[in-house]
């Protein structure tokens, strides 16, 4: 085990790794990484260029099976071997390319591959099924019927992550939801976040933007170097630890606090 800080998540985990290890060729992009997440958190991964975090993610959704390590789902021990394996565990994943047709309309992308009937497409369940799972979402989509390619990023981010709740995933996985969007979309996906764990859902959140992990991530684990670096709770931590952690500029970011010079964050008492 490694030596830093590891908070656990308070409910029972849902998805647990342990130990996983992945190299490609020299390389190794995964070094010795525990992770948790339990139903209805947050947690954010985060970490600089090449630290590791699209080769966690793809170890998730089944497209690199690790050297060494292991993965417990729901309390048993499991292998992800395949894409298919993992949305039959009820891991689904929002890869940062989104794989959506831009010539296609929502529905027909919500419904790409898995149109409901078999030899025929039921237009009006699928238009029904689209509009209900949107509405939860609480999604500003202005109609079903317009093309992807005329939607902003931040409603093509909703429907690909409308589209993969469709299979009732138990852990969803985003890969940097945020990064190609202005403010307001930004905080049209991050609600989408709070919407998915009001679900229950457990939400591993990969992101570059520490004032997105700030607004929703519960925890946050930080790799570094494709080792772990400390994994904190958004609450007790603040964004120059977070950065701290991130570029190496302290190994044990609980010390550091304590002798940090900045000012302390305002409490509640003190802000009001
Ligand atoms: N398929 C692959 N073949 C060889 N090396 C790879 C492969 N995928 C990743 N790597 C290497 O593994 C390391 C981690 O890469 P990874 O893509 O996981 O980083 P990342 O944290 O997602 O970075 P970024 O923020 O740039 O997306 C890097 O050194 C990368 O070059
Ligand atoms: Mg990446």
């Not at 060494?68 to 009820?90: H, Q, V, W």
């Not at 044990?252 to 900045?262: G, I, K």
Request: net charge negative; proline share 5%.
């Amino acid at each position: 085990m490694s030596s830093h800080t590891t908070m656990a998540p308070t409910k029972e985990a849902i998805l647990s790794l342990t130990g996983i290890s992945k190299s490609f060729g020299a390389v190794a992009a995964l070094k010795d990484i525990d992770l948790e997440v339990a139903p209805g958190e947050v947690v954010a991964v985060v970490g600089d260029n090449g630290a590791g975090k699209s080769t966690l993610v793809k170890v998730l959704s089944g497209v690199h099976s690790p050297d060494a390590g292991s993965i417990t789902f729901e309390s048993r021990p499991e292998t992800i071997p395949t894409p298919m394996a993992a949305l039959n565990l009820g891991i689904a994943t929002v890869f940062q390319d989104l794989a959506l047709c831009d010539n296609l309309n929502v529905i027909n992308n919500l419904f790409l591959g898995r149109e409901l009937s078999r030899y025929r497409l039921n237009e009006v369940e699928m238009e029904t099924r689209s509009w209900e799972l949107l509405k939860q979402l609480s999604a500003k989509i202005p109609s079903l019927h317009t093309p992807i390619a005329s939607l902003s990023g931040g409603q093509r981010q909703t429907v690909a992550i409308a589209r993969s709740l469709l299979g009732n995933p138990k852990v969803i996985i985003l890969d940097e939801p945020t990064a190609a969007l202005g403010v307001a979309q930004t905080a049209e996906v991050l609600n989408l976040v709070e919407r998915l764990r009001e679900r229950g859902l457990g939400v591993i959140m990969i992101s570059h933007n520490m004032a997105d992990v700030q607004a929703v991530a519960d925890r946050v684990a930080v790799l570094r170097l494709g080792k772990n670096n400390g994994t904190f709770r958004v609450a007790d931590v603040t964004t120059e630890e977070v950065i701290a952690a991130i570029t190496g500029a302290s190994d044990n970011v609980v010390s550091r606090r304590s002798a940090s010079r900045l000012p302390a964050p305002p409490t509640q008492e003190s802000a009001s």
